[in-house]
């Protein structure tokens, strides 16, 4: 059974930063590109970021409201994926989802998600 | 980027309908479009891909059509398992982007 599951959400202060990992199993990790999506009612569903594969020299790719903030990793020896979050604003705060996805079925999984507030 | 365009944003209906959202493409996606079912509380799933491929499980009354700008999730005979979020998102590479959802009630 494929499984993804998020942690190191919570509350920080604006300006802040915070680390995201997710720890996937029940598949080949390292044959997969991993995204993180979060959500919030203001702006509903955003897709944040991709990592690929290693064939693929870990390309990475960032919304542009993250772009410079945020840093997206792997670690296919543990079969996680992190979201370092640097300088956090307020429009940051969501439920942060680790996704699977491929080119051709799009984002098949998704974790239960995490919850990041920003807030002073 | 590409802006995707859903339609309409909330849809009541009873058990036993058929209902229909669309979704609109800023640009031409091929056939590059997901739909996914959000239940209140939980992380979304998948319930099709590539415009008309359903998902592993997702039951046949569920259908996508659609390509280039222009897509629809029908839905026959409503269950009332059906009932929650519905948002289209392309997959034509980064950035992806999502539609604003559609929240299915209960009539």
Not at chain 1, 30 to 51: C, D, F, H, T
Not at chain 2, 20 to 30: F, L, M, Q, V
């Given at each position: 059974e494929v499984k993804l599951e998020e942690s190191g959400g919570g509350l920080v202060q604006p300006?802040?930063?915070m680390k995201l990992s997710?720890?996937?199993?029940?598949?080949?990790?390292?044959?997969?590109?991993?995204?993180?999506?979060?959500?919030?009612?203001?702006?509903?569903?955003?897709?944040?970021?991709?990592?690929?594969?290693?064939?693929?020299?870990?390309?990475?790719?960032?919304?542009?409201?993250?772009?410079?903030?945020?840093t997206i990793?792997?670690?296919?020896?543990?079969?996680?994926?992190?979201?370092?979050m640097n300088n956090l604003r307020a429009e940051d705060t969501g439920i942060y989802y680790c996704t699977r996805i491929t080119t051709v079925v799009a984002m098949d999984y998704w974790g239960q998600g995490t919850s990041v507030t920003v807030s002073s | 980027d590409i802006q995707m365009t859903q339609s309409p944003a909330s849809l009541s209906a009873s058990v036993g309908e058929t209902v229909?959202?669309?979704?609109?493409?800023?640009?031409?996606?091929?056939s590059y479009l997901a739909w996914y079912q959000q239940k209140q509380g939980k992380s979304p799933q998948l319930l099709v891909y590539n415009?008309?491929?359903?998902?592993?499980?997702?039951?046949?009354?569920?259908?996508?059509?659609?390509?280039?700008?222009?897509?629809?999730?029908?839905?026959?005979?409503?269950?009332?398992?059906?009932?929650?979020?519905?948002?289209?998102?392309?997959?034509?590479?980064?950035?992806?982007?999502?539609?604003?959802g559609t929240k299915l009630e209960i009539k």
């Open positions: 300006g802040g930063s997710c720890v996937a199993s029940g598949f080949t990790f390292s044959n997969y590109w991993m995204n993180w999506v979060r959500q919030s009612p203001e702006k509903g569903l955003e897709w944040v970021a991709e990592i690929r594969l290693k064939s693929n020299n870990y390309a990475t790719h960032y919304a542009e409201s993250v772009k410079g903030r945020f990793s792997r670690d296919d020896s543990k079969s996680s994926v992190y979201l370092q | 229909t959202i669309t979704c609109r493409a800023s640009e031409n996606i091929y415009a008309k491929t359903l998902a592993e499980g997702v039951p046949s009354r569920f259908s996508g059509s659609g390509s280039g700008t222009q897509f629809s999730l029908k839905i026959n005979s409503l269950q009332p398992e059906d009932f929650g979020s519905y948002y289209c998102q392309h997959h034509y590479g980064t950035p992806y982007t999502f539609g604003g």
